[in-house]
C-alpha cells in the first residue's frame, strides 16, 4: 500500500507556510467578530452567533480554505508537469486520489474547525451553536476536498474557477431557489448548523440525515471520478 508515503508527499506539497499563515489570519477574523458579539450589549448572541457561522464560516471561509489545498494537491503537480512522474509508476490510481483528497482534508479541517470553534465559544451563545459549527464545517470540508481535487486535476488555474464556483454558483444562483439549492453543498452545511441551533436559515430546509450523507456521498464520487481521470488523462 502507497497511501502512506502518497499522503505524506501531498501534505509536505500543499502545506506551505503562506497558505497555513494566510488562511489562518483569515480564521482569525471571525474569532474577532465572535470576541466582539460576546462582548455587546442588548444581542441576541445565538442568532448573532448562527450569522457569523454561517455568512463568514461556512459561506466562505471552508469553502475557500478547502479550496487551496484542495485544488493544489494534484493541480500544483498538474501545472509544474511533475505528476507525469506519479503517474508512470506502477501506483494503483484510487491510492493516489485518496491521498489527495485525505490530505487536503486533514490540513484543512482544523484550520477551518478550530477558528471557527473559538468564534463560537466566543459568542457565549452556548454549546448548540459549537455542535453545529463542528458538524457543518466537517461536512463543509468533507465535500468541497472532494470536489476540488478533481477541479484541480480537470482544469488548469483552478482556485479562479473554484472562487467562481463558490461565489456565483453556491453564494448567488443557488440562492434563488430549492431546486438549484439541492445541488449546493452550501445548503447542506448550513442546514445541520440550522437544525443545531434552533435558527432559520435560508433554504436550509434538510434532514440531518440528508446534511451527512450527501456531503459524505460528494466526497465518495468526486474521488471515484478523480481516480478515473487519472486512469485515463494524459498528464504529460
Known amino acids: 500500500m502507497l497511501v502512506g508515503p502518497l499522503y505524506r508527499l501531498a501534505v509536505r506539497n500543499v502545506a506551505t507556510r503562506g497558505r497555513v499563515l494566510g488562511l489562518f489570519a483569515l480564521g482569525l477574523v471571525g474569532v474577532v467578530v465572535g470576541i466582539g458579539i460576546g462582548v455587546a450589549e442588548d444581542v441576541d ?3 448573532a452567533g448562527t450569522g457569523l ?19 493544489a494537491t494534484l493541480g ?16 494503483p490510481r484510487w491510492q493516489l486520489a485518496a491521498a489527495s483528497f485525505a490530505a487536503a482534508f486533514t490540513v484543512a479541517l482544523p484550520l477551518v474547525a478550530g477558528p471557527l470553534v473559538v468564534a463560537a465559544l466566543a459568542t457565549g451563545a452556548g454549546a448548540d451553536l459549537v ?21 484541480g486535476l480537470q482544469v488548469r488555474r483552478a ?13 448567488f444562483v443557488a440562492n434563488a431557489g430549492a431546486n438549484a439549492a439541492r445541488l449546493a453543498v452550501r445548503s447542506y452545511t448550513q442546514s445541520l448548523l440550522s437544525r443545531a441551533t434552533g435558527e432559520d436559515l435560508r433554504l436550509a430546509d434538510r434532514s440531518v440525515a440528508a446534511s451527512v450523507l450527501v456531503p459524505l456521498a460528494v466526497a465518495a464520487v468526486t474521488v471515484a471520478i478523480t481516480t478515473r481521470r487519472l486512469k485515463r488523462q494524459d498528464v504529460a
Open 45 to 47: 448572541r445565538l442568532e
Open 53 to 71: 457561522v454561517n455568512s463568514f464560516g461556512l459561506t466562505l471561509f471552508a469553502p475557500v480554505t478547502a479550496l487551496v489545498f484542495a485544488s
Open 76 to 91: 500544483d503537480l498538474v501545472e509544474d508537469r511533475t505528476l507525469v512522474y506519479l503517474w508512470a509508476r506502477p501506483v
Open 131 to 151: 455542535v453545529g459549527t463542528v458538524g457543518g464545517a466537517a461536512m463543509a470540508v468533507v465535500a468541497y476536498c472532494g470536489l476540488f481535487c478533481l477541479l
Open 159 to 171: 482556485l479562479v474557477w473554484g472562487l467562481a464556483y463558490i461565489f456565483i454558483w453556491e453564494g
